[in-house]
């Protein structure tokens, strides 16, 4: 047993607790990378030690480590990055005193820690990520009101037992999270690399589905033992996910769908493709997995959390209500002026038709909040849209506290209104139970760089980008990774990432403006003062004055690296005002 800043890590049975003894979830990677940091005497552990220890003999990317570590900070509580630290040679130790005790002694909390949010801190971008849930003192109450709320419980208990035999059993006993079992992915390639490529990604999708919260994962190997994986699972779980591998032309091609494993309902299918001659195979196998999951695993959200139950004339229009929901997606992910007036219009008018579809208000919430973001509201209207956008989203996480969207629309309004701790909160949830989830990763990427973190940021671009999905967003996180890079003086490494992000969707400004300072610095001047050119045909009126977003709540850090920014912006030609 050993212990650390309140926490104990007990190795014989592999868990991490917290002070009150509330044991905390990871990812067996991620604390056999914790408990090497916790025996290793305080010394500075290389990249390169830490990668053969945690994947040995294994060929893995850097992404793999900086998640584990981001993920570790998050289950620590460690916003501040005081307790993993990174070292100035570029590896990383555990910043504290570590003491080895028995086992069996109680837990000793060395001193608690508050979280600025009044949640568990957010659960940052991971291929595999389990649940964190680092409850210090559970639901806020006392020690005395503890004791009293489990009185009262004992009470209910009582209650419930006397009352039993005139009670349905579901009433009294909650069903276990449904499984879903991973069947091992069919090779069809008739390629050398087929085999190796199809066993990885169906340890990808294991790894994927095991890390979200309302659902459990079987792995192939578990499905059965000593009989038929197929058989075993139809008869010990609740869903399947099957999928095939193929190579077609220049393409490997996976095809998955999920099945209900008693009916053999196919609940949703999903074909993701990626290039043959991707020379960087991890990378191929990412997108491949997170073009299916992303997929398979909102589908799955929306069987397990479904909608309240339709009136009559919301059954009428269901599907009207769909595809006003879509275009409204659409606009989001990939925004135009116009493309979301015209989305506004058709779900003002479908909310008009069914004020009470609670999916239509939370599709119209957060379209608006792009349409904050993108600065297309005044003053006074975007105070009245955040007003009702707030109230709906509170009314909505009420009712589906675990459903996607709702999520994602809650975690826009953070971010759109400059909550950025609690937007990395609600991200991190959104994530939980989508890890494929390229919109969430932008917006924890943007409450980074708010909060100054910037290579941080980066890294949480990257690993959307890695992933891709959907793809019509993948322009907003091309765009964080320029803007981190030009925040930290990386010019020339800007350029590539802020040229994909417009030629995607061009019609946003923003981005030429943050191009425009990329080139200045990189003393390309003429390119500099065409693209604040482009930029001010398409946000006319734009001046020093109002060009970077809002620093509401923003860090020092990220405020005095914006002004630097601005400054470029304005020498290449930016009016003052």
Known sequence: MLRFAGFELDQRRAELRGADGTPIRLRPKTFEMLRLFATSGGRVLTKQELMEAVWPNVHVGEDSLFQCIRELRAALGDERRQLIKLASGGGYLLATEVVAASAAAPAQAEGSRSDPAGEVAPRLPAEAAMPVRPRRVPFGLSRKAMVAAVVGLGVIIIGLAVAAPVMKPDLLFSRTMPRLAVIPIVDESNDPRGAAMAA?????????????????????????????????????????????????????????????????????????SVSADEADAQLAQSRLVAGAGHVLARRLNEILEPSAAPSRARKSSAGGDKVAVEQALASINQTTRERFGAAQAILQKALTGDPDNLDIAVALASLQMRGIQMVWFSPEEAVAVEARANATLERALRSKPNSIPVLEAYCRFLSATNHFIESLVTCAKALSFDPWNGAALYLIGLGQIYLGRFDDALATFRQADRYDTPPASRWTWLLGAGMANVLMGRDEEALPWLQRSIGITPGTGRSHFLLAAAYQRSGRFEEARAAIAEGLKLRPGTTRLNVSPPMKNASPVCIAAWERVVQAEVDAGLPEQ
């Open 200 to 272: 990885e990604v169906t340890a990808r999708l294991t790894d994927g589905f095991a890390g979200i919260q309302n659902i459990s994962a079987v792995a192939p190997r578990l499905a059965a033992k000593g009989g038929d994986s197929t058989a075993a699972s139809a008869a010990s779980s609740d869903y399947e996910l099957r999928g095939e591998l193929q190579l077609s032309g220049q393409s490997w091609t996976l095809r998955a769908r999920v099945i209900k494993a008693v009916t053999g309902e196919v609940q949703s299918v999903v074909a993701a």
